[in-house]
C-alpha cells in the first residue's frame, strides 16, 4: 500500500517549497512524505470512517507548495487516492494486511465487549453474524 503514498511523494517532491527562515532543510519533506502515509495507513485501516481521503491530504500539504502549483498537487492527490481506493475495493484484505500485519476484524463487539475476531465482509466490515448492524447504520441517517 506504501507505493501509493511514494508515488504521491515522487511526484510532488520536486515542487515542494522550504520556508525560508527553516533551520533544518528537509523538513517540509519529511513532513509532506509523512502526511501521505497517514492517509493511505488510514485509508486502508479504516475506509468506512475515512470519507474524503484527497481533502484531507491536500489540506495537509497544499502549505508547503507555491499557489500557482496548487491545483496540480491537488489534481496529483486525487489521481493517486484514486488509484489507492479502487486497489482497495479490488484487494481489501491485502490492503488492510500489507498496512497492519493482520487479517481485517469486524467492526462489531461481541456480547462480553471484546472485539469479533471474524472476517468481514469487503464491503461494510461486519461479519455475517453481526450484517444487521450494517444494515440499521444505513437507517439511522434516513431517520434523522
Known sequence: MYQFSRAIYRELSPRIVEPAHTTTPGRSQTAVLSACENVITRLATEPH??????RTLFGD???YFSMCDQIYVLNVVTRYLTFAQQYLIEHPAEGYAAISGAPPQCRATTRKGSACQRTPLPHNGYCPSHQHLADTEDREPLAA
Open 61 to 63: 500539504v497544499r502549505s
Open 49 to 54: 470512517y475515512f470519507a474524503h481521503p484527497a
